[in-house]
């Protein structure tokens, strides 16, 4: 069909031209000598922020319980564990960010369009002294990992924005959809962070290393 025969060669036109800008691009990159990324870092300038490790996520009973089910329990809680307690040996600051609100919601504008607050307000979701706001145990007043795709994917675009050096812990995160987290991890999340272990990511902490910057 000639209709079908055109989208066909206008795609393949497309494909082409995109991959001479890659090709292109690659080659600028090359030849301007980039410096290399640091493989060592210093624990005292370093930090490592955990997001929402609270009983919606952790706890088999919250509502989000499901959408994380098999990274919870594929060991997700206890590589995060020993991940903070060794992160604290070694004097990275670990910073919890943790989600609670007024039994009104009176921080949130349930008129905003964006759908993120209006669906917690109607789930009466994450109210401060209620236990759908209660942190995760092992982490002390808890927080981070959940999920790939919403709140984590959000404070690395965040903090590259504001400059920082960010590196998503993959052994530490759950997604909320799937395939769509497995795919921003191995796709997108390279544009703002470095995806690492658990373990590359103490061996870049590590006291024995000398850090880079």
């Given amino acids: 069909m000639p209709y079908v025969s055109k989208i066909r060669s206008t795609s393949s036109a497309v494909v082409m031209v995109l991959l001479a800008t890659l090709l292109c691009i690659a080659t600028i990159a090359q030849a301007q000598k980039l410096p290399p990324l640091e493989t060592h870092l ?9 997001v929402d490790f609270q009983y919606p996520f952790t706890n088999p009973a919250g509502d989000s319980y499901g959408a994380v089910k098999n990274e919870i329990e ?23 960010v943790t989600e609670g609100y007024t039994s009104d919601y009176r921080e949130l504008d349930p008129t905003n369009p964006g759908g993120f607050h209006r669906f917690g307000i109607l789930g009466q979701a994450f109210k401060t002294g209620t236990p759908k706001a209660a942190s995760y145990p092992p982490l002390d007043i808890a927080v981070a990992g959940f999920t790939t795709d919403v709140c984590d994917y959000a404070t690395v675009t965040n903090g590259y924005d ?12 759950a997604g909320y959809t799937q395939p769509l987290s497995e795919m921003m991890l191995n796709s997108v999340y390279s544009l703002w962070s470095k995806v690492l272990s658990n373990d590359d990511f103490i061996a870049m902490v590590s006291a024995d290393k000398k850090a880079s910057r």
């Fill in 42 to 50: 210093n624990p005292s300038e370093t930090a490592l922020i955990l």
């Fill in 162 to 173: 504001l400059g920082y050096h960010v590196y998503a812990l993959k052994d530490s995160m």
């Fill in 74 to 96: 594929g060991g997700m809680l206890d590589r995060t564990v020993k991940l903070v307690k060794k992160a604290r040996e070694l004097g990275v600051w670990v910073i919890h």
